[in-house]
């Protein structure tokens, strides 16, 4: 198998975006008008490979998109194998027993009451929040 000319390897979007960024720079710096910028960017846009990537810079100075170094890939026999675990389940919700929200209305209603109507009704409300207390603590599942 003959070696791959670093002129034909496929980019991928960093590169694209690196040399987008670099043309913007060069369009900063007036060496690129508008119309020329759109027209690279559209052929950076469109570039598959490191050698039509760099047609796009011949006649630019730096910055210039530069590639990493060519890594040959690793056979599969060579690769770490990881174990694989199962997803862990999440933990389990607990819903609200209503307890908080109960005994603070109950509570809220039995001041009222007091300011409004005096301590002669304070019985019957005193008797409510015990009540809702036995409602809403009752034992509830977890789902």
């Known amino acids: ?21 670099a043309l913007g720079d060069h369009m900063g710096a007036g060496r690129l008008s508008v ?3 759109g027209e690279r960017s559209a052929l950076v846009a469109t570039a598959k490979t490191r050698g039509e990537l760099a ?3 011949t006649d630019l100075p730096e910055p210039r998109p530069h590639f990493g170094p060519l890594v040959a890939p690793v056979h599969p026999a060579h690769q770490p194998v990881y174990p694989v675990h199962p997803p862990m389940a999440p933990p389990p919700v607990r819903r609200s027993s209503g307890l908080a929200v109960a005994v603070p209305v109950a509570v809220g209603v039995a ?26 603590t009752r034992h509830r599942r977890w789902h």
């Open 55 to 57: 047609e796009v810079f």
């Open 111 to 136: 001041l009222m009451a007091v300011f409004l109507f005096g301590f002669r009704v304070f019985p019957p409300f005193i008797v409510l929040p015990v009540v809702l207390l036995f409602l809403f």
């Open 35 to 37: 119309d020329e910028y």
């Open 1 to 21: 198998m003959s070696a791959t000319p670093w002129q034909a390897l496929r980019i991928g979007d960093t590169d694209r975006e690196a040399a987008l960024r």
